[in-house]
C-alpha cells in the first residue's frame, strides 16, 4: 500500500490542467515579490546561562569560573528613583526576560538589529563569574574573583553597512551594583555604581539621563605591518561612576567618585603574534 502513494500524488498532479498549473505559478511568484519591503523578525526571548568554566590557551590559560548570565531578581534597580523600570507587571527573576528583538535587512543590503525592552523601561541583566586564574605549567594566580554586575539595558542596536563593511554598535547602559576583588593584589571594590554624566541621584533624575551611551565601530584595518586586524573604534564615552567602597587587604579605605568620566578618540587593533 505504501508504494501506491507516490504514484497516486503523480496521477493526482498530471490530472491538472496545464492552465491551472501557470495560474499557480503566477499566483506563486507574485505572492514572493510582495515578501520585499515586509516588516522584519521579532523574536521575543527569555534564558538564562550558566558556563562552569571557559578557557582560553596560549601557552598558558586563562580560566574563568561559575559564569552566570541572567536577571538581578531585583525589583529595586535604582531606588531613588522611586519606580521599577522593569515595569509593575515584571516578575523578578533569574531569567534574562522582557526582551525584544528586531532584525530587519534593509533594500541595499544593510543589516539593522535592535534590542529593546517588551514593556516599559528597561531590561534587568546579572553577570557574574567565580575566579579568573592564570594557569601556567607549574604556577597560578588569581587575578579576578567574585564578579558581580547588576545593570539595566535601555536599549542596543546593531547595523552592518555594506557600503563600508563597518558594524556599529550602541547601547545605553546603566550599572546599579558591580562588585569584585582582585586577590593578587589584595584589592576589592564595592558597589561600584555606572551611569550617564548628566544623571544626579539628588538634583537630576531624569531617566533617559541615567543611562551611558556606548558607541563602538567595529570593522577590518591593517595594522603596521599590513596584516587584516579585528578593529574596534570609540568616538567618545561620558560617565560618571562612584565607587562605595575601596578595600586593601579586606579593609575600607574609603569611596571614590569620577564625575563627568569621558574617554575619547580611542582606537583599538585586535591581531595574533
Known amino acids: 500500500m505504501k508504494g501506491l502513494k507516490p504514484s497516486l500524488l503523480a496521477l493526482s498532479l498530471a490530472s491538472v490542467p496545464a492552465a491551472a498549473m501557470a495560474e499557480i505559478r503566477a499566483l506563486d511568484e507574485a505572492a514572493m515579490g510582495s515578501i520585499t519591503g515586509q516588516a522584519g523578525v521579532t ?53 534574562l526576560d522582557n526582551i525584544r528583538i528586531e532584525i530587519d535587512l534593509l533594500s541595499d543590503g544593510d543589516a539593522i538589529i535592535n534590542v529593546l525592552p517588551q514593556t516599559f523601561g528597561a531590561v534587568d541583566i546579572r553577570i557574574s563569574t567565580g575566579a579568573w586564574n592564570l594557569v601556567g605549567h607549574t604556577d597560578s594566580t588569581t587575578v579576578l574573583d567574585n564578579f558581580n554586575a547588576d545593570f539595566l539595558m535601555g536599549g542596543a542596536n546593531v547595523e552592518i553597512d555594506t557600503a563600508t563593511d563597518v558594524m556599529n554598535f550602541r547601547a545605553d547602559i546603566a550599572i546599579d551594583d558591580m562588585d569584585f576583588d ?15 554624566d548628566t544623571y544626579d541621584p539628588v538634583r537630576n533624575k531624569n ?33 560618571d561612576m562612584a565607587i562605595g567602597g575601596v578595600l586593601v587587604g579586606g579593609t575600607s579605605i574609603g569611596s571614590m567618585a569620577m564625575d563627568d568620566l569621558a574617554i575619547t578618540n580611542t582606537r583599538m587593533l585586535i591581531y595574533g603574534h
Open 43 to 95: 523574536i521575543e526571548l527569555e534564558t538564562q546561562l550558566n558556563i562552569d568554566r571557559f578557557i582560553y590557551t596560549d601557552e598558558g590559560s586563562l580560566e574563568v569560573n561559575d559564569i552566570f548570565i541572567g536577571g538581578t531578581n531585583r525589583s529595586d534597580l535604582f531606588p531613588e528613583l522611586g519606580i521599577n523600570l522593569m515595569g509593575s507587571t515584571a516578575d523578578e527573576s533569574n531569567l
Open 207 to 239: 531617566i533617559p539621563d541615567l543611562f551611558a551611551k556606548v558607541d563602538l565601530d567595529i570593522y577590518k584595518r591593517a595594522n603596521h605591518a599590513g596584516t587584516d586586524s579585528l578593529a574596534v573604534d570609540m568616538q567618545s564615552f561620558t560617565a
Open 182 to 196: 582582585v586577590p593578587f593584589l589584595a584589592l576589592g571594590l564595592r558597589d561600584v555604581r555606572l551611569t550617564g
